[in-house]
């Protein structure tokens, strides 16, 4: 018997892998504990200075920077500079998505 014969094929219309380099950016921003963390402070805080998270998170200046800045390339944040002060805090248009993100990072804990 001819396994094909069993298989119901449907007409699948091509897919564009570039049109989910967005979702890839997306996913790989949250794919780090730190990033999570991160994430987690500006959703219980709304605007967070850089100054405020490094202590909170006890990670150091540089690596905090880059994580604030792969979230803001990937695009789940937004940021204000005031003088020497950089403040970020999550775009309205993920803050569902995000607060989803990290409930399901507690339930995982349970």
């Known amino acids: 018997m001819n396994n094909v014969e069993y298989c119901n094929l449907k007409k699948v219309t091509p897919v564009k892998i570039e049109d ?8 790989e921003a949250l794919a780090n504990k730190a990033r999570l963390a991160i994430l987690y402070a500006l ?5 967070l200075c850089a100054c405020e998270i490094i ?5 150091a ?3 905090i ?9 990937a695009g789940l944040l937004k940021k204000r500079e005031e003088w020497k002060y950089t403040y970020y805090s999550i775009k309205d248009e993920y803050r569902e998505f995000v607060k ?4 399901l ?3 995982s804990k349970l």
């Open 61 to 63: 200046q540089p690596t």
């Open 105 to 107: 990072n507690k339930k």
């Open 100 to 103: 989803t993100v990290l409930e």
């Open 20 to 27: 989910f380099e967005m979702g890839e950016q997306v996913t």
């Open 55 to 59: 202590p909170a998170l006890k990670l």
């Open 65 to 73: 920077t880059l994580h604030l800045q792969k979230l803001y390339n």
């Open 43 to 47: 959703d219980k805080y709304g605007e």
